[in-house]
């Protein structure tokens, strides 16, 4: 029974682990999207020369490829932020549902 109950606070610990990474990386891509969100709208408010930044130069573009760029990123990076905060969601219930059966067996060994 020791064993299970081991066994158990193991696969809770690496869950709470993977939870705190997936958290981590859902709030940078929540960052990364405001921020592209701020680049669309200051980019369609500019007028004249709109400029990309490829690597460590800056080249001249038009604002709607920008914009369709820029819209493209954000489209890939909600979509990644959504299965990111669906396996957040599986990860919680299946903590939860571990954090129960040590509770059960702690009850069990006490009332033994």
Not at 29 to 56: M, R
């Amino acid at each position: 029974m020791e064993n299970k109950l081991n066994e158990e606070l193991n696969e809770l610990n690496v869950l709470q682990q993977r939870l705190h990474i997936f958290d981590t990386q859902s709030r940078q891509l929540q960052l990364n999207i405001k921020e592209i969100d701020t680049s669309i709208n200051e980019t369609k408010k500019a007028k004249g020369k709109v400029y990309s930044i490829v690597g460590s130069i800056m080249i001249p573009k038009d604002s709607k490829t920008i914009i369709s760029e820029l819209e493209d990123q954000k489209s890939k990076m909600s979509n990644h932020l959504k299965i990111l905060n669906d396996q957040i969601s599986k990860l919680s219930k299946k903590s939860s549902e571990i954090q129960d059966r040590i509770q059960e067996s702690i009850k069990d060994e006490k009332s033994k």
